[in-house]
């Protein structure tokens, strides 16, 4: 489980792709600092494993369901990832309750800089979107976020990034039309199947 804050910002430094598969090995001298291999490393949200650890980086594998899921497969060597080791129970949880277990992609349509903050909308998936409330939290590229405002006719999803988000992770380099890895809050999921079973 993690929390969706962000403890680094890495970069890929190397891809291997496979028929199936993928090799990612990513710069993260920070993050590796006490990590085992199998340990569980979110990148940019996506619940990873790492299968092998040096000084300065990880390598971890993503399979066929995960690259289809997410938006891991568009990614190119030297891209920034937003990193987050698993949360340890005796720690302050901030954030949110974050799996790492990603529900889809989605796109940035709308980037308003303002004084002290940013204005930031994205398209969901329509399937999606019932899991998402106004002053809910939301997980994009792995960040922890409140949702600000819904547009529900256009799917679209509004937050308000403060500087110290902007500061601390990827999402100041992002651009309109780029994807973003999304997790909707798994207790409205959890939710939902309860009630189609009772």
Excluded at 28 to 52: R, Y
């Amino acid at each position: 489980m993690f929390t969706g804050l962000i403890t680094e910002v890495g970069s890929i430094s190397a891809i291997t792709q496979g028929s199936d598969s993928a090799v990612l090995e990513i710069t993260a001298p920070k993050t590796v600092k006490g990590v085992a291999i199998g340990d569980s490393i979110a990148v940019n949200g996506v619940c990873l494993t790492a299968t092998s650890i040096s000084d300065t980086g990880f390598t971890a594998d993503v399979m066929v369901q995960t690259l289809k899921m997410t938006s891991l497969a568009s990614y190119n060597v030297g891209d920034r990832v937003n990193l987050e080791l698993a949360a340890k129970l005796e720690a302050r949880m901030g954030g949110h309750m974050v799996q790492g277990h990603v529900d889809g992609v989605a796109t940035v349509v709308s980037i308003v800089d303002g004084q002290k903050w940013q204005e930031f909308t994205v398209t969901i998936p329509a399937n999606l979107l019932k899991y998402v409330v106004a002053q809910g939290s939301i997980c994009l590229e792995g960040v922890s976020l409140t949702v600000g405002a819904l547009n529900d006719a256009n799917n679209e999803v509004t937050v308000w990034l403060i500087p110290e988000t902007l500061a601390k992770t990827n999402l100041s380099v992002k651009k309109i039309g780029d994807p973003l890895n999304i997790e909707v809050d798994v207790l409205a999921k959890y939710v939902e199947r309860l009630l189609e079973k009772r």
